[in-house]
């Protein structure tokens, strides 16, 4: 068993979008590194297993908040429930997100508003409840926003996901400039090509299989293959961790190569 450097230790950490996939493996490193974990998604049953899992791995407490944080209600009412059960909010991780697959030409105003919704102004929302905690508290504290490569160049059937990438990218700098003197610091971590589950299950529906998509890793990514959810939660627990103290305003590049592709 590895035993992991408690950098985190009984700090409390919100990681939206957390119930699966990258979200998930943030919150299983930061609880193994000592934080107590607000769990943050839709689906209950999921949430709840989480919660559940890391009660029993870790010596760490967690919260499932069911919550739809393209609901600015909401995103607030995460941030306190979470300060009523741990007693305070020392970082926040910004994950969620979702990849409506159209492109730039063909895709509605609903589904533009749901790549928003989520990914920009849910992020957003979430980041202003946490800093006004922040700096009610004068102890500052820690975002990390879950960047991708699509905000750099994006494939053309994830128009709006890649445009809503780079709104995330402005949201992190901003924090970074104008809340630094607040002891807010705020940086992201740039994904690449990760096989989650949302990702394989759309894969699947165009007729990809697993197999098909290691293949074409090993053969066309610049490392030979992809890149896991436990490579985006090393990051994340660095720049959460005291050891990133004097870092923000940083994008920090786990992609595996594939962000150079677009260079």
Not at 1 to 14: F, H, L, S
Not at 50 to 62: F, L, T
Not at 94 to 123: Q, T
Not at 204 to 227: A, R
């Amino acid at each position: 068993m590895t035993i992991m450097i408690q950098r985190v230790k009984d700090k409390a950490i919100i990681v939206t979008g957390s119930t699966q996939g990258i979200g998930r493996d943030i919150a299983y490193r930061l609880a193994a590194e000592g934080a107590n974990v607000t769990i943050v998604g839709r689906n209950q049953d999921l949430g709840n297993q989480v919660v559940e899992s890391i009660r029993k791995q870790y010596d760490v407490d967690a919260l499932y908040v069911e919550a739809d944080i393209s609901n600015v209600e909401q995103c607030h009412n995460l941030v306190n429930k979470t300060i009523d059960r741990f007693g305070g909010l020392y970082g926040l991780c910004n994950n969620a997100g979702v990849f409506p697959r159209f492109s730039l030409a063909e895709i509605s105003e609903e589904k533009y508003e749901m790549a928003f919704g989520v990914n920009v102004k849910g992020a957003f929302f979430c980041s202003q409840a946490a800093i006004n905690h922040f700096i009610a508290t004068g102890k500052g504290g820690s975002i990390v926003n879950v960047g991708s490569t699509h905000a750099r160049w994006g494939y053309r059937h994830y128009g709006a996901y890649s445009v809503s990438k780079g709104g995330l990218y402005a949201l992190t700098m901003h924090i970074a400039r104008n809340y630094a003197s607040d002891n807010v610091r705020s940086n992201s971590v740039l994904v690449g090509w990760v096989l989650s589950e949302g990702e394989l299950a759309m894969r699947q529906s165009l007729g990809e299989n697993e197999e098909m998509l290691l293949e074409f890793g090993k053969k066309w990514l610049p490392m030979g293959g992809h890149q896991t959810g436990a490579d985006n939660a090393a990051a994340v627990a660095f720049l959460m961790s005291k050891e990133a103290r004097f870092i923000t305003g940083c994008e920090i590049d786990v992609s595996g190569g594939t962000s150079s592709l677009a260079r």
